[in-house]
């Protein structure tokens, strides 16, 4: 079995992963009406997710760095896979939250480490083709598994949701414990790498710049309903989804080969981010002109966002020679953070009074902030050695 045919194992557990981040917000109306309770406490199954995502993605990457990471691996999608069956089986809105905190604390854990392991798996030429495969399995499983865990839900209930989700979870880990080989282990971390990893210059700039991308990208994302309804009279936002979502599945299959034959990725996160900035600040403009344009911004916003991701997770490979899990995991950490602060700004902002067409500029002047943080940084930063997956030093 080649190297890149195993990251397709781990891309599966990504694919689930991403079905499971984002279903919930469509099964909110159904499941609240089905156990007895408001909307806006059931979201909150949303926000502990979300929560324990992203803290036990740094902390427990961290603290057993030295564990070998096909064992943490396999221990992390049983967690996650376990935690949605919990789900489907809860009888309250407790029983709820405590489910979710389980499958978040499983589904931050297992992107760090599948990141991580998907690099190593493969040759250095061939890096940034496997990172892309794993995101374009979230990617996918935003894409594809989202509508169809919807559909399901309207048809059958949410619980059938969410045992769809567990089969998938049980598939992936049976296929990763025949399959997935022994992955080759990072250096030790020390304790007090590990805890000012956030302030190493080479990690800390690249994380904040992915924060401020996931705060305009799928914060506005949450509210493009009302966007395109403001904007363009849009009251059938499906397609317009699908068009977003398709275009991450590009975006994200395409970015790997591209970093991997030029290896400018700080270049490329530039020209990306850009593409985003440009992309939401022109939507509400062009969805109330033409709505094919709508459809180009978002595919473009979509491929961009998404793709987005790939130069940056190579950038802190290359970067941070001793602690590449920990930064990863601190990285993922800030998209999901991101993606909280995000949706709850969109929100206040809308319960304040602003227009829901004026959600995109506000997104694409984030953006524009992340650009500026990843055009100062880029240029303050010295070219430093760096370490491939298997621990030894390369330089750049």
Avoid at 100 to 127: F, I, Q
Avoid at 258 to 265: H, I, P, Q, S
Wanted: net charge positive; glycine share 12%; no cysteine.
């Amino acid at each position: 079995m080649s190297a890149v045919r195993k990251v397709w194992l781990l891309t599966l557990g990504a694919f689930t992963l991403g079905l499971d981040a984002y279903v919930m917000a469509g099964l909110l109306p159904v499941l609240a009406a089905d156990i007895g309770t408001r909307v806006s406490l059931a979201g909150q199954l949303v926000t502990v997710f979300t929560l324990a995502y992203a803290i036990s993605a740094p902390l427990v990457a961290g603290l057993l760095s030295g564990v070998r990471p096909r064992l943490l691996i396999l221990a992390a999608l049983a967690v996650f896979t376990i935690g949605n069956g919990l789900t489907a089986l809860a009888p309250s809105l407790g029983a709820l939250l405590a489910a979710r905190v389980v499958a978040g604390a499983g589904a931050g854990v297992y992107s760090a480490l599948s990141t991580a392991a998907a690099a190593a798996l493969v040759p250095e030429e061939k890096r940034g083709r496997a990172l892309a495969l794993v995101m374009g399995g979230m990617s996918a499983g935003t894409v594809l598994g989202v509508p169809i865990g919807v559909l399901l839900a309207e048809h059958t209930g949410w619980r059938a949701t969410l045992w769809l989700v567990t089969a998938l979870g049980a598939v992936a880990l049976g296929g990763l414990a025949v399959l997935l080989p022994q992955v080759p282990a990072g250096p030790a971390v020390p304790v007090r790498a590990r805890l000012t990893a956030i302030a190493d210059r080479a990690v800390a700039p690249v994380v904040a710049v992915s924060f401020l991308a996931a705060v305009a990208s799928l914060g506005l994302y949450t509210y493009l309903a009302p966007v395109l309804a403001s904007a363009g009279g849009v009251h059938e936002v499906a397609p317009y989804l699908w068009a977003w979502g398709a275009g991450g599945v590009l975006g994200s299959v395409l970015a790997g080969p591209l970093v991997d034959r030029t290896g400018r990725v700080r270049l490329l996160a530039g020209v990306m981010l850009l593409v985003v900035t440009a992309a939401q600040a022109l939507l509400p403009t062009l969805a109330a002109v033409a709505l094919p344009g709508a459809v180009v911004a978002l595919l473009a916003w979509g491929a961009a966002g998404w793709a987005f991701q790939v130069p940056q997770q190579h950038r802190l490979l290359q970067a941070s020679a001793q602690r590449g899990t920990v930064a990863l995991a601190l990285n993922n950490s800030a998209l999901y953070l991101g993606s909280a602060v995000g949706s709850a700004l969109g929100g206040l902002a809308l319960a304040a009074g602003l227009t829901p067409a004026a959600l995109p500029w506000a997104a694409a002047g984030v953006a524009a902030l992340g650009l500026l943080v990843h055009l100062v940084a880029g240029r303050r930063s010295r070219p430093a050695p760096r370490v491939s997956t298997l621990g030894s030093y390369e330089h750049s």
